[in-house]
């Protein structure tokens, strides 16, 4: 007799990531959400009845993406204020319109908008860090998309919260409301170095520790941020944090592009991760972050989108590409980044930094079906020597075909199942026409 199952997956290629390599004419078989079993596709018929089964010729099956930095909600921010350095682009453009517009309604309608994206793209997890995690939280479950929340903090009010102690507040009650939603988990999300305190930064590292949560920061984007830690506080602002505890396995570095050897090795020496986001490191001019000596000192490196407000898409095909390019590009070494690490930074290293690993990134028997199909059959696509150098060199987003996140279908030949393209498309034009400059066209 044959087991049940929900869904047998027949692509032509499963590139599972763990382990590293390609299986040919494979199965995949998914029930209750999870990943069943891997097995060669003859055996797999054989051995199953399955509810459903779907072809998938020409098909790469992968991992879901893992986007481990963007804030969701600046999707509404798209091209909003371009061709700025960082801290204008900050102090005089972004900053400034927050204040004004932030809702829990901006919240929710530019998340929405930005799940659209990342899911028609492959991304099945998001790392978010924004105003209002409820209205992210509520929009990623309409979605039916993986995300972590982050809790985030700052000194200064916003329309969300007043000072420090009311972020974290509000963060820590979302929390303990959410914490047993399958797709949600939760990251404390202090916003920089230079927007933190000390004090502030000494109770969220003890929260983190108590509740076993990841730190989620801006670190070492931009020189100047440096030289300002320097006149403030008299060390760099890695050393800073790291003189109050904070550096561990749970923290995630966002950027890291100005980090000497010493630097360096202590993110190594900590267990630390850092999300690297190539597109807007090179999109606000912060720099070229030095990925590979990162990598090989043994820092776990995962690729990130940042905002739609300074990349402009939110698209790890496209930082695979980038990251891999920019590694070879930066060292002189071409095999510095091959194509297949590129892939494991967007999957399972970015899943390890959120301690995820053990549910997805990766497709293993027992892990979550949060699974991927490109299609490789296109005539730019041909000859199709190495699955994975295509997934990475050759591919665009414009391939994903389907997206599963938990098993359940969201987006079907390359449709998305459950979200309004039509009304995300009205309600982007609505914030639009309310947060254009007066007489922009």
């Known amino acids: 007799m044959k087991?049940?199952?929900?869904?047998?997956?027949?692509?032509?290629?499963?590139?599972?990531?763990?382990?590293?390599?390609?299986?040919?004419?494979?199965?995949?078989?998914?029930?209750?959400?999870?990943?069943?079993?891997?097995?060669?596709?003859?055996?797999?018929?054989a051995r199953y009845d399955a509810a459903q089964t779907l072809a998938l010729p020409g098909q790469a099956l992968i991992p879901g993406l893992v986007n481990l930095h963007g804030h969701a909600a600046m999707s509404l921010f798209r091209g909003f204020a371009d061709d700025l350095p960082l801290m204008a682009w900050l102090n005089d453009r972004i900053w400034p319109t927050e204040k004004k517009h932030v809702s829990e309604a901006f919240v929710r309608d530019g998340t929405l908008l930005a799940a659209a994206e990342m899911l028609s793209g492959g991304i099945t997890t998001c790392n978010d860090m924004y105003f209002f995690p409820r209205a992210a939280g509520e929009a990623f479950l309409q979605a039916g998309m993986r995300a972590t929340l982050g809790m985030i903090v700052l000194e200064f009010p916003s329309a969300y919260?007043?000072?420090?102690?009311?972020?974290?507040?509000?963060?820590?009650?979302?929390?303990?409301?959410?914490?047993d939603e399958p797709l949600l988990s939760f990251?404390?999300?202090?916003?920089?170095?230079?927007?933190?305190?000390?004090?502030?930064?000494?109770?969220?590292?003890?929260?983190?520790?108590?509740?076993?949560?990841?730190?989620?920061?801006?670190?070492?984007?931009?020189?100047?941020?440096?030289?300002?830690?320097?006149?403030?506080?008299?060390?760099?602002?890695?050393?800073?944090?790291?003189?109050?505890?904070?550096?561990?396995?749970?923290?995630?570095?966002?950027?890291?592009?100005?980090?000497?050897?010493?630097?360096?090795?202590?993110?190594?020496?900590?267990?630390?991760?850092?999300?690297?986001?190539?597109?807007?490191?090179?999109?606000?001019?912060?720099?070229?972050?030095?990925?590979?000596?990162?990598?090989?000192?043994?820092?776990?490196?995962?690729?990130?989108?940042?905002?739609?407000?300074?990349?402009?898409?939110?698209?790890?095909?496209?930082?695979?590409?980038?990251?891999?390019?920019?590694?070879?590009?930066?060292?002189?070494?071409?095999?510095a980044l091959p194509a297949?690490?590129?892939?494991?930074?967007?999957?399972?290293?970015?899943?390890?930094?959120?301690?995820?690993?053990?549910?997805?990134?990766?497709?293993?028997?027992?892990?979550r079906a949060d699974l991927v199909a490109v299609d490789l059959r296109g005539l730019i696509c041909q000859p199709v020597f190495d699955p994975i150098s295509h997934l990475v060199y050759v591919a665009g987003r414009e391939h994903v075909t389907h997206v599963w996140v938990d098993g359940k279908l969201k987006l079907n030949d390359r449709r998305l199942v459950n979200l309004d393209v039509d009304d995300l498309t009205a309600r982007a034009a609505y914030w639009r026409t309310k947060l254009a400059p007066r007489g922009h066209a």
């Open 161 to 179: 919260a007043s000072d420090a102690d009311d972020y974290l507040a509000k963060g820590l009650t979302l929390r303990d409301e959410l914490k």
């Open 187 to 335: 990251a404390f999300a202090p916003h920089a170095p230079y927007t933190v305190l000390d004090t502030t930064f000494g109770r969220i590292n003890t929260l983190a520790e108590q509740l076993g949560l990841p730190i989620h920061t801006h670190i070492h984007e931009t020189a100047d941020e440096i030289q300002h830690s320097l006149t403030q506080y008299g060390v760099r602002p890695l050393e800073r944090l790291a003189r109050l505890g904070l550096l561990g396995p749970n923290f995630i570095g966002v950027h890291a592009v100005h980090v000497n050897d010493a630097e360096i090795e202590s993110l190594a020496a900590h267990g630390c991760h850092v999300a690297h986001c190539s597109s807007s490191n090179l999109k606000l001019a912060s720099g070229l972050a030095p990925v590979v000596e990162l990598m090989r000192a043994g820092v776990n490196v995962g690729l990130g989108t940042d905002g739609a407000a300074s990349n402009n898409r939110l698209d790890l095909v496209s930082e695979m590409r980038m990251t891999a390019l920019l590694a070879k590009g930066v060292s002189g070494d071409a095999a």
């Open 340 to 367: 297949a690490t590129a892939l494991k930074m967007a999957t399972l290293d970015a899943a390890r930094a959120l301690s995820l690993d053990d549910k997805i990134g990766s497709i293993v028997p027992g892990k």
């Open 3 to 45: 087991a049940p199952a929900d869904l047998l997956l027949l692509p032509q290629w499963v590139v599972p990531v763990e382990p590293a390599g390609t299986l040919a004419d494979h199965a995949v078989v998914v029930q209750d959400g999870r990943i069943l079993d891997v097995l060669p596709a003859d055996a797999a018929q």
